[in-house]
């Protein structure tokens, strides 16, 4: 047996947590707020703790997945993404069965939506980019088997035209 102890987590804790983590992620002043009505040190706390920095250090929130040398594929990005829905749906069904507050499972289906939204947006274009991808390769080619004075005109059209080569 471990001689940890493991506080009680309020009812709603988490919800309450991913709602405030998804609303600084939009707007990363909430916490500086003169109209915030938490105490300043939850606030400082609060701040600390769901922030992403930009100054290279991860935060509390995204230190288990910081990689200095982070490199991604497409397979990964749209993985994750599914992966991520996945978490949502299941999260989802745990609010509705655990008898979590009114008010905390309104703000789960509220952040629900809007995450959602982001995760459409996010694979429309991870299809858009695979298939931007494929268009090069095509073009690329194609590209190969042409006498070079018509890929020469080719490039000459496509900088008429704004496009860069």
Known sequence: MSDRYFPTLPE???PTMMSLRAIIQDDPDFFSDPECPYENEDRRLLAVALSPRTDGVPSL???AAYDEDFEVTDEEIAGSIEE????LKNFGVQVQV???DPKDRAAYFRMAVALTDKIITLREKAVRLKDWKQFQAMIMDWLE???PDVRTDLIDL???WGVES
């Open 12 to 14: 709603g804790f988490v």
């Open 61 to 63: 929130v995204t230190a």
């Open 84 to 87: 991520l829905y996945r978490s």
């Open 98 to 100: 655990d008898g979590v």
């Open 145 to 147: 088997g042409v006498e």
């Open 158 to 160: 496509l900088a008429e």
